[in-house]
């Protein structure tokens, strides 16, 4: 992309995207799928934010391949989507399986585990 | 069986330290047999038998020994021999750098025979005999399981005194010391449904055990110093210590040596019922009459006596020991003289004229007339046993009546003359009356207290308490079997139709009415009242097998006198019993013995078996006055020859004190000219009724600091030590409690958890990176 616009003459304004950037990215989504499974309530919510941690750190993950030329980074992530995918399926399975029990979505129906 | 094999080997053959034991093997005979009477009469207890099996068992096994005992005595050559049992205990450890040059402690199964053992095993197993065949009648209510007990616990006794008298070591002798006192509480709780049954077996048993407590220290002490507790090693060794004592040089024996007889009369005086453990005794009565006389007047009692005589060496080395021993004695004869002077149950009153004897018998140890002891053991074996089987007979006959104001004439019923005789007999010997056994035992002891230098006190008390033993013994002849006739039956009443027998402590009988209103004294549990009109009760005279055990008794008795004339091989004096002493380790010839003016520094002339030890012409210094050499004096006059008559009118006067008080005048069983003299020493004679409170005093000064003490030992163990348990069990639930909230179910707190943990992991990863 900068590459682009240098070819169009335009003088690149901006920096170069360094490997800082992209875990930047990354760390900003974990923290947000941390807060989001924290706080809300529902659990397909909550294993939404789950995902968005597994693509945070398959997106580090990326990044640090792309940085240190290995392409280790990338196959990790082939297999962990791929793998959490069929995770979901299974995750969901349960959610419904916990809905007809319960009548509800609501992480807060479960609490036979009281110690 | 090879054991067995090996002892008749080793009976042939020399065995450790002895002379070869041909004739000393057949006393292997009395332990096994007791041994096997011990056994054929649980199996009867086992397969029900329901007759009289166990008795004819018992007296067939005690005959046996008898006869074993009697050819042993018969072949007996002087000396001592050990019979080789089999080897019991045997520890060795080597190269002990110790002094003493202790390297092993060996105690085994075998047997010390020598004439002092002879002596008291003819009495013991002979007494036994008989005991055993009148308690085949006496006990013959209570067939059943109940008789098989009783001469269960009857074998194990003899066997147990079998041990003690005839072990060659101090733990043989301890182990049968246990034995005999584990019998005695057996047999006096043999009414075991009677409570008060129980506690005098308990109380018997545990004051033993305190006496045991000073046996098993002096044993102890003797393997410390001595290095070995079998008498041949302790005697042997022992012999440079007399060899100093009798030169007067008591600084040179050991200190620790001095101290094994202190410690061991303590066990004597528990045993043989001596202040201040005698208490037991009188309470013993509970027992059945035959246990009564055979152990607490014959066999048991007389344990301690034997102790001392056997280990009589070791108590001449001390200063001490054996004029406590001699106080100890008389004091505790003059005590239980007095307190038999006020009881009314004659079973009692002959408890405590046996306490009052053995007071005699210790004294006489004590005075270095260790041969008059043992002629009053002797006799006394005979004459009190003779006393009590009297006595029980009338229990037997009369259901339990006891108590002297209830029974009059009882001689002159029907039936009961043979009893009268023995009672009579018994008596006299009791008395002193001159002439019988008990005079010349008595006398010999009186003669030597007062002719040993230091000891007249001891004369003097003993001369007083044998004015009273003949007062307080012609109290209950006078009162009881002569006068006019009159009787009241006992508690022991269950009417049955043909029978006036008495049963003890059965529950469960049917009663039938009675005529009598109350019984006075205990109940003997579950009896209820109901004794409505009239049946009669007719006293139940004795059987054959009593009438005969009590006239062998009196023949026995009354031949005992003339042991005192047999002249003894080695040419001593004292009699047949006096030479039986002589040559045992019980030996000590006094130099005062007969004369008064010769030296006492020659060597006394002894009737030299190689164990016997300590003559030559010293004493024991407490004996010693300035001039050595002269015997003390009785008034003036030389006791040996003077004593027959003061004893004789002592005792004289203590019967016609008796027969003023109690016969002449009386016309009912109740009240005699004793009780209008009463008002005069009122308080003290109802102190001496009540024991002098020394059951009261032992309550006070032990029983009540022990119970406050158990109780301040409870609170410790319910707060501290429950209370540290406590805490041990209490930490871990705490520490749980405090982390349960940690589940709380909530699956948002478990990823707050999860997400605090990461963070803080972050941290110190950050922290350590960056520091």
């Keep these: 992309m900068m590459w682009l616009l240098a070819q169009a003459g335009h003088p690149a304004a901006m920096h170069e995207a360094t490997l800082a950037h992209y875990l930047f990215v990354a760390v900003a989504m974990f923290v947000i799928g941390v807060i989001g499974f924290l706080t809300r309530r529902n659990l397909i919510v909550m294993f939404l934010c789950t995902e968005l941690m597994f693509l945070a750190a398959g997106i580090a993950a ?17 297999f962990v989507v791929t793998v959490a995918a069929a995770e979901a399926a299974m995750a969901l399975a349960l959610v419904v399986l916990l809905f007809r029990k ?11 585990l009281k110690g | 069986m090879t054991m067995l094999a090996d002892m008749l080997a ?31 009469c649980t199996l009867c207890a086992i397969f029900r038998v329901k007759n009289k099996l166990p008795a004819w068992i018992s007296v067939g096994c005690l005959v046996g020994s008898f006869v074993a005992v009697a050819a042993t005595y018969a072949g007996f050559d002087g000396g001592a021999k050990i019979a080789h049992g089999f080897e019991w205990i045997t520890f060795h450890w080597s190269d002990a750098p110790v002094s003493g040059g202790k390297a092993s402690f060996v105690a085994n199964f075998s047997f010390y025979i020598d ?25 013959s209510h209570d067939v059943g399981t109940g008789y098989c007990r009783f001469f269960v616990a009857f074998c194990l006794f003899v066997f147990s005194m079998a041990c003690l008298v005839m072990g060659d070591n101090m733990l043989l002798l301890y182990l049968g010391w246990e034995g005999v006192g584990l019998c005695s509480y057996l047999l006096i709780g043999y009414f075991y449904k009677k409570p008060s049954a129980v506690a005098a077996a308990k109380k018997a048993f545990i004051m033993n ?3 045991d407590l000073g046996l098993a220290l002096g044993i102890m002490l003797t393997f410390v110093h001595f290095g070995s507790i079998e008498y041949t090693v302790i005697f042997e060794k022992a012999k440079p ?9 008591y600084g040179d024996i050991p200190t620790m040596v001095k101290v094994i007889p202190l410690l061991l009369m303590v066990g004597a005086f528990g045993k043989s019922a001596q202040l201040p453990l005698y208490v037991w005794l009188p309470d013993a009565m509970e027992g059945p009459t035959p246990v009564s006389a055979l152990i607490h007047a014959a066999t048991m009692v007389t344990a301690g006596v034997y102790l001392i005589a056997r280990t009589y060496p070791l108590f001449l080395l001390s200063e001490w020991a054996l004029p406590i021993v001699a106080w100890v004695g008389t004091l505790t004869a003059f005590l239980a003289a007095t307190i038999g002077m006020a009881q009314f149950d004659i079973k009692r009153i002959m408890a405590y004229s046996t306490v009052s004897q053995l007071g005699y018998m210790f004294a006489g140890l004590g005075v270095l007339a260790s041969t008059g002891a043992a002629f009053h053991v002797f006799t006394h074996a005979f004459f009190k046993a003779m006393l009590f089987l009297s006595c029980g007979a009338v229990m037997h006959g009369f259901a339990g009546q006891l108590d002297l104001r209830k029974l009059s004439g009882v001689a002159f019923m029907k039936g009961w003359g043979i009893v009268g005789i023995a009672m009579f007999v018994g008596c006299l010997n009791l008395a002193g009356f001159p002439f019988t056994a008990g005079y010349f035992s008595k006398d010999m002891i009186l003669a030597e207290a007062f002719t040993t230098p230091g000891m007249a006190g001891i004369g003097w008390v003993l001369l007083l308490t044998a004015g009273l033993t003949a007062y307080y013994t012609f109290r209950v002849f006078f009162r009881v079997f002569v006068g006019p006739k009159y009787y009241e039956p006992g508690d022991e009443v269950h009417a049955h139709a043909d029978h006036g027998h008495d049963s003890h402590g ?50 026995a008795t009354i031949a005992a006198a003339g042991a005192y004339f047999l002249k003894p091989a080695d040419g001593g004096h004292g009699g047949w019993v006096g030479g039986m002493v002589h040559s045992s380790s019980a030996a000590f010839e006094s130099p005062f013995a007969h004369h008064g003016a010769e030296g006492g520094a020659e060597g006394g002339a002894n009737g030299g078996a190689g164990q016997a030890q300590g003559h030559a012409g010293g004493l024991p210094s407490a004996f010693r006055t300035g001039e050595a050499g002269h015997g003390g004096t009785f008034l003036g006059w030389d006791p040996h020859k003077v004593m027959y008559y003061v004893s004789a009118v002592v005792g004289a006067v203590g019967i016609l004190a008796a027969f003023v008080l109690h016969y002449a005048g009386r016309t009912t069983a109740a009240r005699s000219r004793a009780d209008g003299l009463l008002p005069m020493v009122g308080g003290v004679s ?11 005093l032992y309550d006070a000064l032990v029983r009540k600091p022990l119970w406050v003490l158990s109780n301040v030992f409870h609170l410790i163990d319910k707060l501290v030590v429950d209370g540290l348990v406590d805490l041990a069990g209490f930490i871990p639930r705490a520490v749980g409690g405090s982390i349960r909230p940690a589940q709380s179910g909530v699956l948002h707190g478990y990823a707050l958890g999860m997400a605090g943990g990461l963070a803080l992991f972050l941290v110190i990863v950050l922290l350590v990176t960056f520091a």
Aim: charge should be negative.
């Design chain 1, 62 to 78: 990326i990044a640090f391949g792309r940085f240190w030329l290995d392409y280790t980074g990338q196959s990790l992530v082939i």
């Design chain 1, 102 to 112: 319960r009548e509800t979505l609501s992480a807060e129906a479960w609490q036979e």
């Design chain 2, 10 to 40: 080793a009976m042939t053959s020399p065995a450790t330290g002895g002379k070869v034991p041909q004739g000393a093997g057949l006393m292997m005979l009395v332990p096994a047999l007791t041994l096997l009477g011990v056994v054929l």
């Design chain 2, 115 to 139: 004439s002092l053992t002879l002596l008291w095993m003819l009495f013991v197993t002979g007494l036994a005999t008989l005991i055993a065949l009148y308690a085949s009648e006496y006990m």
């Design chain 2, 209 to 211: 055990r305190i006496g």
């Design chain 2, 241 to 249: 210590y007399l060899a100093a004592m009798s030169e007067g040089r």
């Design chain 2, 506 to 555: 059965h529950d469960g009988h049917a009663k039938d009415s009675h005529g009598h209103g109350e019984h006075a004294g205990d109940h003997a549990g579950g009896h209820g009242g109901g004794h409505g009109g009239g049946h009669e009760f007719h006293p139940h005279a004795p059987g054959w097998a009593i009438n005969s055990v009590l006239a062998i008794l009196t023949v």
């Design chain 2, 686 to 696: 109802r102190l001496a009724q009540r024991k002098w409170l020394v059951d009261e």
